[in-house]
């Protein structure tokens, strides 16, 4: 069983920055995988960025690719999403997920992933 809890979303100026975390209330953080997940109004959701459960490979939608940086902090339960360069498309509901794997790999699927947090809302302002 895993709770996840998003945090760190509001408002910014388009070309700003924000970083959003994930807290994992589970003590087998370390045989997740970890995915970030957005939703625009109107929107499907769609995938962001994926870290596997060792934290040594990562995978981003291009949309994303060279603006946001996920990683992971194994001693405090918690995946980042650190967002540079924000425009007014990324503005969504921002959903962390988690899937248990039984080795290093990443997804990018929402049917993959069990848990998930209830989401945390980014706005970016031009």
């Known amino acids: 069983q895993v709770q996840l809890a998003e945090s760190g979303g509001g408002l910014v100026q388009a070309g700003g920055s924000l970083r959003l975390s994930c807290a994992a209330s589970g003590r087998t953080f370390s045989t997740y995988c970890m995915g970030w997940f957005r939703q625009a109004p109107g929107k499907e959701r769609e995938f962001v960025a994926t870290?596997?459960?060792?934290?040594?490979?990562?995978y981003y939608a291009d949309s994303v690719k060279g603006r946001f940086t996920i990683s992971r902090d194994s001693a405090k339960n918690t995946v980042f999403l650190q967002m540079n360069s924000l425009n007014p498309e990324d503005t969504a509901v921002y959903y962390c997920a988690a899937s248990w794997v039984a080795s290093s790999v990443v997804l990018t699927t929402a049917g993959g992933y069990r848990y998930w947090g209830q989401g945390t809302q980014v706005t970016v302002s031009s």
């Open positions: 870290i596997s459960r060792d934290g040594g490979m990562t």
